[in-house]
């Protein structure tokens, strides 16, 4: 919990900072549908897991955005696991490139019903006006960085 409180000081104070450059009039927001596939830290891709989804991109300053998201994570093609994954994510950028941390739950849709802990989601990538490309890291706050808790994952996505 302490991790919890002390990362959300952490967004508290950027966003603070960065408010000097607040455009309170031409604020920009970008939408993207996304596709992509995350593996455990072994990079095994056994079982195949794939996403969908999608991501908002609030423009806070020229060096700060705020990425809502919502993804769909299906565990292989059997459709047998179906997940719910929202997250925020806070993102420093610069042109073209970004880098960023926030959390991210997951609600088990289908089958036994399970609800993950909250998790840090790290990510980078890279965007213009009609793509988007991140890779992130996935961990779970309780388990951090340990061996069989963390995920790796990669999407791209299509700007509406």
């Given at each position: 919990?302490?991790?919890v409180i002390l990362l959300v000081m952490v967004f508290v104070l950027v966003f603070a900072v960065s408010a000097v450059n607040l455009k309170a009039q031409g604020q920009e927001m970008?939408?993207?549908v996304n596709a992509g596939l995350i593996t455990d830290d072994?990079?095994?891709f056994d079982p195949?897991?794939?996403?969908?989804g999608i991501n908002v991109d609030i423009h806070f300053s020229d060096m700060l955005m705020l990425s809502p998201e919502c993804d769909v994570i299906f565990w292989g093609f059997k459709?047998?696991?179906i997940w719910l994954a929202p997250g925020v994510i806070a993102?420093?950028?610069?042109?073209?490139?970004f880098v960023g941390g926030g959390i991210t739950k997951w609600f088990k849709l289908s089958g036994n019903v399970?609800?993950?802990d909250l998790s840090l989601k790290l990510n980078v990538g890279f965007k213009s006006k009609k793509y988007r490309l991140t890779v992130y890291l996935l961990t779970p706050f309780d388990e951090m960085f340990k061996r069989y808790y963390t995920m790796f994952g990669a999407t791209i996505g299509?700007?509406?």
């Open positions: 919990m302490k991790k970008d939408l993207y072994q990079f095994t195949i897991v794939w996403s969908g459709f047998d696991a993102n420093f950028k610069t042109n073209m490139l399970f609800n993950s299509f700007a509406f």
